[in-house]
Each structure stands twice: as structure tokens, then as C-alpha cells.
């Protein structure tokens, strides 16, 4: 499922739409988009009286300052979307031989390999016309912005436009099957429509575990022991974040655990959602999605040489659920909404990314 909305900044009027499959569309004069997870578990949102100020298009904050710029169009509106579809539980696996690439009690993993790795981008924008799905406006800023970002990280990048289900399931299937013996890790970034355990090709449907079950120890050994780390912009339900106003710091836990998993061949993953699973997930249709320009905006500030990467995802969390916030009062259920990103993960060490030892030309 699919919503979209526009917004503007705390000062200004937005409008917004939705558009997932088996939803109504909103009406003309609403501008913001949102991107769900499914219903089994909710974490709630912290809010406090001056983020309510903040609204989806970005930080108020200047290229000058350090934030996020606030590119509304030249009326000032901008539009969000969403991109949502669950995520099921870990599978069982029998048993393999797998590499030992790290020692048994180092804390960081080994990311001086001769390769930092591949990241693989799959944008999906247009979608065939049976499917009845919205144009996602917005997602090739959130392509820009992965591409740049792990360039700089010193990976090897590759980008797909609108990958139909076969050719997204056989470039899986050939990385999976590459010796990636002289890599330290993988990423894997998914930007498109979803619902609830599910994610879009520009074809069809298909279940989120398929973009990672390649990749476990078993079925891609030479990663064996490596980070993977998966980073998904998609609607993962269809329910709306409201917020909790907060007059004092504090600390709201769920007590909900991960599926339970083998840690011999599902060891080492990173799943990074865009929202929590049955809800709503935001991107603004000039700025890109809340998330990634969130992702964006911490991996490109911080030195990653020395910040590892769950350290960055909390950030991440925290930017996206306090600092965003949908503006469309044309369409008063969907105004006021908040998100929240969700980790999902099974990593034993920390991630860093220590200078490349390539250095490779800009794309």
C-alpha cells in the first residue's frame, strides 16, 4: 500500500493524497504521502511540544546549519507518500560450514577487506497499469541520496529503475551466488510500494523475506560472518501514527521480542524499515521520503570511521519521529501524523566504515 501527502513547514498550509492498492484515493487538495507496516506489533512515537512544530517536508534547518533544507515547491507545497507491506519471521535452516572472518570475541567487524562491497539500489517509480498503483514521486531524491552516501562509504554502487520481479529475484540470485570472499559486507536498499508482508516490484507482489533469504550464511557463504544490511522504504500497513505529546523526557519500552531465528545462518543481518510493522509510511513528493533524508542527513554529518552504524539508525529514529510531522488539513485524518523507523536486526559486532582502501571515481 501506498499513500502520498504534501506538506510544507510549521508556518505553511499543505495537501496530500493517498494512494495504496484497495485504498480510495484522497482528495485533490491534500499533499502527503505515507508508507505502512503491518498491525502485530506498535511502538509508540515520542512528542514533544516543540517538534509538534516541525512538519513532514524536513527540518527547519538551512544547508548552512547542518539540516535538512526545506525544498517546497515555488507555491511551497511539496508532497509525501507511502510505501507499506509487512515483514515476516525469521525462517529455520539446517546447519552449514561457514567462514571465519572475524575472531570469536572481536567487537567490530572486519571492514579492511580489499572491497567494502556491493550496495544494490532498487527504485521503483512507475509500476504496470494493472497493478493500479500511484507514481512515487519523491523516490529518485531517496535514490540520489543512497547512491552519494554509500559512494562516499566506498562501496561499489549499482542502481535499478523499476525492476520487474524476474530481473530483481535473478540479480539476488547472482550476487548471492558471487564470491564476495574479498568484501566486508553487503547493502541492499528497496524503495517502493508495500503491504503488510509484502513488497512491489514493478510487476508484482512478493514476499519481503525474499530480498534477504539469499544471503544467510547457508545460502551465500563468503558473507558468511559479514554485516548485511537492508534498508526498505515501503508502506508496511495502513494505520496512522497520531503521536504522544511529552511534557517531560521519558522512556516508552515494548516488551515484543524478534522472531526467533538460527543465529548460525541468520547471524549478522540489519533490517532497516522505514515504519513500524501495519503502519504508514511518509515520503514528500520533492523531498523524498522521510527516512532516507533522515539516513542521509546523520550518515553524511557523522565520521563514520568512528560512529557505527546502530548508533546511526537511533539517530536515524529519533530525526524521523521527532522532527517530521504531516501537514494536510484538506484531509484532517491524515493531518498531524507521525513515524517511526524500525530496526530489525541480528547483528553480533559493530558496524564502522573505516576510509575505503579504493579510492574510487564519483558518480
Known sequence: MDT???????????????DAPG??????DSSSVTEMRPPESTIPVLRTESELKIQSNGFNGSKESGGIPDDSGDNGLAEDKTDARGFGPFGTTSTGVNLVLTGEHDEYYNMTHARRGRALIFNH????AYLNMSLRNGTDEDRDRLKE??????????????????DLMQRLE???DENHFDAS?????????GERGLLYSRDKSFRTEELWERFTATNCPSLAGKPKMFFIQACQGDKLDGGVKLQKISTLETDSGPPKYSLAAYADFLLAYSAVPGFFS?????????????LHHVMMQKDMAVVDV?????????IVATQFESNCPGSPHMHGKKQVPYISMTLTRKIVFPPPQVVRTPV
Do not use: I, P
Not at 517509480?125 to 504496470?128: G, I, N, P, Q, S
Not at 552516501?149 to 524476474?166: C, I, Q, R, S, T
Open 310 to 318: 546502530v548508533s546511526v539508525m537511533t539517530e536515524v529514529s529519533r
Open 282 to 294: 511518509w515520503r514528500n513528493t520533492t523531498n523524498g521520503s522521510w527516512f532516507v533524508q533522515a
Open 185 to 193: 559486507c553487503l547493502v541492499v536498499c528497496f524503495l517502493s510500494h
Open 174 to 176: 547472482d550476487v548471492a
Open 125 to 128: 517509480k512507475v509500476f504496470d
Open 4 to 18: 502520498h501527502v504534501t506538506s510544507r513547514s510549521h508556518q505553511e498550509s499543505t495537501r496530500g493524497e493517498l
Open 23 to 28: 485504498k480510495d484515493q484522497l482528495s485533490e
Open 149 to 166: 552516501m554509500f559512494h562516499k562509504l566506498g562501496f561499489d554502487v549499482e542502481v535499478h529503475e523499476n525492476a520487474a520481479y524476474k
